[in-house]
């Protein structure tokens, strides 16, 4: 149930008894307080790069708020309100491959800012030997109902494919050999934001208990993507899945070669595809033509079969929860 605080201001006129009136000066009327929770997209402005990058935040009717930016960093934390003005203490936790401005992987950052319900998200941050700008728009996206059933299923980005079924309870693996176990739960049925729990065993010194927030949107059909964001202080993992409806791969013509063959035209044949969609050879983008909603092709280079082995392909398609695309499930071609 959604709720609202209003505030009211009762006036009060006192009148003199004869010889004239007087009134006392009505007092002014206290700060209604805004609400922060929900989807947020825009960017956020670092000082220490100079670069704007896009971001995705979702703030749960707890407050307990989780950011991604498109570069794959991510901010989980919680955030408090007063009248307008929000302000929070997030850990944030650097991109793979990469580090904040002052050399850390995780670290400590404060926001504060001005929030107006439903509509916008203003605030600085500071943290990491960095600070900057936030500046997002509200996402009715997340005024949608929230249930089991609509997130049960199997899903799967790039690398990781997991199976939740209709209590909230999944299991999955990774192409890294990464297991993961956890439960989803509801939140608040009126709106689409749901609580994860997971345990990741087999990553070695990622082995441990998660949490952090998901949310459903759409990319080729209705809820049909799941982006996910856990951490645990120590690591993150934020994720990008789609289900069974989206664009997948369901063979690669050839499937194999020789290495030392010469390049090569490969046609990706699947569903779900669009003109946004990409190739990608083992994480790298390949020139792509689409040719129908069921098939792809992509040039292959001589020296991406000089050696033998096998390459990971799959096709990433412009959409997504925060701009950024969903992926196909990965099919392995193989280099004699």
Known sequence: ???TIIAILLSINLVACGGGGSSSSNPPPPPSTQSVSGMWRGTATSSAFGTTTDLLGIVSESREAFFISSQGAQYHGSLS?????????VTSYAPVGFVFPDGSVVTTTSVSGTVTTKSSLSATYTGGGDSGSIALTYDPLYERDSSLSLIAGDWF???ISISIDSLGRFSGFDTSGCTYSGQVSIIN???DAYKVNV????????DGSYDGLAALSDNLGLNDTL?????NGSFSLVTTFIGGGSSSISALVPNNATAGDPAFTLTVNGSGFTSSSIVYWNAATRPTTFAMANQLTAQISASDIATAGTVQVYVRTSGGIYGGGTNSNVVNFTVN
């Not at 982006?227 to 951490?231: D, E, I, K, Q, Y």
């Open 227 to 231: 982006t996910a964001g856990v951490s």
């Open 1 to 3: 149930m959604r709720k």
């Open 157 to 159: 980005d790039g690398a």
């Open 81 to 89: 309100v007063s009248g307008a003005h929000v302000s929070g203490t």
């Open 199 to 206: 345990t990741a065993s087999s990553c070695g010194g990622a």
């Open 189 to 191: 049925s009126s709106f």
